[in-house]
């Protein structure tokens, strides 16, 4: 006999002496009185003295079962037997909550953490079958644990553990693998509780069988209730760990272009991070990078210290327009599952950029147009458009380009105000020139707008840098920023002929804000902002407070820096590091369903999707239905990482194709595990049962069997009514005198 609540019985079983202490407590009580008519009554107890004895006995026992009775069914005693069959109901549920998550690739020698935790559950299956008792099964896995929310059921729930159940398990375990998702404990516990309440008569025990990662157990108080509302649904936990010491690891945790992506032709700077999840440094880690199918250099990395990561830059050219690709990859460690990371990218052949010039001859955009696209080539990618600043009122074709560029702009109106601000706060990226056009009031009026406008600070007036012939320092510093790369090194020369002769000092007294949405990028010799940043919405501000242009004015000349050698390696820097949010690249998650959505007026509905690894003769084909003017296109099948390819026909008959990288979630390769007693300080107040999935071969199953909970109920109300009859024969009440006749 097992119990459901073995501690009950603790504290319970030692109330099977309190009618006992009470007796004896009574006896004290008791006062000899000599009394004379007390000798006949005397006599008549010697009579009659066995067969009262013999009722206080009785009456004792009986109080001292319905109390044993009443504490052994709340225990819920658990038999074994097949008589037992004729006083209780037994029916066993096991619930088997699977770890799947990507960590259980875990390998070492000739098993992995998933092959640990498919024998656990073979083991509870061995253990359950040929019992004459019946036996339920639900099999839920981490992995469907997110799928529960939204009303779907496991896919093995409460199934009779059947030959047909046991033939389906098996080869469900034999083909099972763990998922790419980082599922963890709190979503399998949330589904689990869930589930539907036991049913009455229905002994219900939980198997959990994870590799317990440190990552996913940090939420300790949400983990610690979850499991204890699990506890209170089922008469047993089993808590089954899969691994037994941390193994090192290494993970691809990024692959994207530095500061978005480039037209075609132009070269790009890619951007490879690695991870390193060990508890000792990686040396000479080598990444292949594959681009379209063809090898490019491996990128090395010399050292990772232990817990750390490192990133470097790759250059990768795409040489035509259209869906492109690049894939890294590690060489095998312990989870080969983050090993690999996916990029891919629409490349166009030019990205558009509208220059505002506000200047009285339009030198401005003349110097930011020949920087862009020298010769009106577009050798660098972009495809600049001068235009005065009426243009802006055009607002339903400001989505076009990838940058918009004000330069000694005089004032807008609000509506161009407000255009401007919309563009940016939707992900564009805005740069400003100010020069002597530019009408301070209106700036900080409207465009600083007491901080929460689209300028960084508030204009002063424009100030001479005054020059000190024993100073020896360059007019401009700049700070460690991707725009300013180029000027980057000890020995570059660059800075030390930029000139600044005029530039727009600030309000004096400005103070910047607390919350790190602006900085200055870049200073004067003085100590004056030259250049600075703000994050406005999704996208970026950039401002230069000094003309671009070296053309004359009132004031003279404000500075060189658009003769500076490398001002068109600056000026593409400049625009690529703005339009990087606008030039998006489709890289996704393999925790939600790959879907596209297409024009219903540009394209037809036939849609070709091909998963990684399929070939083209067996990719899926899909009639895709509009919605209000759009096609929603959903990939089926599960989520995979990889490349995923849409091949698409328009209205009028071309083929175009669409890339849609996938990738594992970042984290669940970090391999830290917590062990029993860290676990058993994280659950404390739960009561469980711990074994390594080595030993639970050893476990027994000895709940499994036949409740006696309502027997025991039964046996409880007969003794007390029979307790109240001895009680009542036992007394001294005189019996009613009947009426006379």
Do not use: C
């Not at 010039?357 to 495809?383: I, Q």
């Not at 062990?675 to 469980?688: I, M, P, T």
Request: net charge negative; charged share 25%; glycine share 8%.
């Amino acid at each position: 006999m097992s119990f459901l609540l073995p501690t009950l019985l603790t504290f319970g079983l030692p109330l099977i002496a309190a009618p006992l202490v009470i007796h004896l407590i009574n006896l004290r009580r008791h006062r000899r009185i000599e009394w004379a008519a007390m000798d006949f009554l005397l006599e008549s107890q010697k009579r009659n003295k066995k067969w009262i004895v013999l009722k206080q006995l009785l009456l004792l026992l009986l109080r001292t079962l319905a109390i044993a009775a009443a504490v052994l069914m709340l225990a819920g005693p658990v038999v074994r037997s097949t008589w037992a069959g004729l006083f209780g109901r037994g029916v066993t549920h096991h619930l088997i909550l699977l770890d799947d998550s990507y960590s259980m690739a875990d390998h070492w020698d000739e098993t992995s953490a998933f092959d640990q935790a498919k024998h656990v559950v073979s083991a509870v299956l061995e253990q359950a079958r040929g019992k004459s008792e019946n036996q339920l099964v639900t099999l839920l896995r981490f992995s469907e644990a997110r799928q529960l929310a939204a009303g779907a059921g496991p896919e093995i729930d409460r199934r009779p553990l059947d030959g047909e159940l046991m033939t389906q398990l098996e080869r469900m375990l034999d083909k099972m693998a763990p998922s790419e998702t980082d599922a963890g404990p709190i979503e399998g516990l949330q589904a689990a509780t869930r589930l539907p309440e036991s049913t009455d008569g229905e002994t219900r025990i939980a198997y959990l069988i994870t590799d317990f990662r440190l990552p996913q157990w940090e939420e300790q108080a949400q983990i610690r209730q979850l499991m204890g509302r699990l506890r209170e649904r089922v008469g047993d936990l089993q808590l089954v760990q899969t691994v037994y010491e941390e193994r090192p690891n290494l993970a691809i945790t990024r692959l994207e272009p530095e500061s978005g992506i480039r037209a075609a032709g132009v070269e790009t700077w890619m951007e490879l991070t690695v991870a390193n999840y060990g508890a000792s440094p990686a040396a000479a880690v080598t990444v292949a990078v594959e681009q379209d199918g063809n090898r490019l250099p491996a990128v090395e990395i010399d050292e990772i210290p232990a817990g750390e990561t490192a990133t470097r830059r790759f250059r990768v050219t795409f040489p035509t327009a259209g869906p492109h690709e690049l894939t890294a990859a590690l060489e095998s460690d312990a989870v080969i599952t983050d090993n690999r990371r996916y990029f891919a990218a629409d490349i166009p052949p030019v990205f558009p950029v509208l220059v505002i010039d506000g200047s009285p001859e339009g030198d401005d955009g003349y110097y930011m147009r020949t920087a862009l696209s020298p010769g009106g080539k577009n050798v660098g990618g972009w495809s600049p458009q001068v235009e005065p600043p009426s243009f802006l009122r055009n607002h339903d074709a400001l989505g076009n380009y990838a940058v918009i560029a004000l330069l000694d702009v005089p004032r807008l109106d609000d509506t161009e105000v407000e255009v401007l601000e919309s563009f940016v706060r939707s992900g564009g990226g805005l740069a400003i020139f100010v020069g002597p056009q530019s009408q301070a009031p209106f700036y900080n009026e409207r465009l600083f707008h007491d901080g929460e406008g689209l300028l960084p600070a508030p204009l002063g007036v424009p100030s001479q840098l005054l020059r000190d012939s024993a100073d020896g320092r360059p007019d401009v510093s700049v700070a460690d920023h991707p725009i300013f790369r180029v000027f980057a090194g000890q020995r570059n020369s660059f800075l030390s002929v930029a000139n600044v002769d005029f530039y727009y000092a600030l309000e004096p007294n400005w103070q910047a804000p607390e919350k790190g949405d602006v900085s200055t990028i870049a200073k004067l010799r003085n100590g004056a902002p030259l250049a600075m940043e703000k994050k406005f919405g999704d996208g970026r501000v950039v401002v230069h407070l000094g003309k671009l242009a070296p053309s004359p004015t009132d004031q003279g000349i404000w500075s060189n820096w658009s003769l500076n050698p490398v001002f068109p390696i600056y000026a593409n820097e400049l625009v690529g590091y703005l339009s990087a949010t606008r030039r998006r690249f489709d890289v996704r998650g393999v925790d939600a369903p790959i879907k596209l959505t297409l024009p219903e007026a540009e394209y037809q509905p036939e849609v070709k999707v091909r998963a990684p690894g399929v070939s083209d003769g067996n990719a899926a084909s899909i009639v895709a239905a509009a919605k209000d003017g759009m096609y929603q296109i959903t990939a089926p099948g599960k989520p995979q990482s990889g490349v995923w390819r849409f091949e698409l026909t328009t209205r009028d008959g071309k083929l175009q194709t669409r890339y849609i990288a996938v990738n594992v979630p970042v984290g669940e390769g970090e391999l830290a595990i917590v062990d029993q007693s860290e676990l058993a300080e994280r659950l404390r107040g739960v009561e469980y049962r711990y074994s390594l999935a080595t030993e639970f071969s050893e476990t027994d199953d000895e709940l499994a069997g036949y409740r006696l909970g309502d027997a025991l109920l039964y046996l409880l109300a007969g003794l007390l009514i029979a307790e109240q009859l001895f009680a009542v024969s036992a007394s001294y009440h005189p019996v009613a005198a009947r009426s006379a006749a």
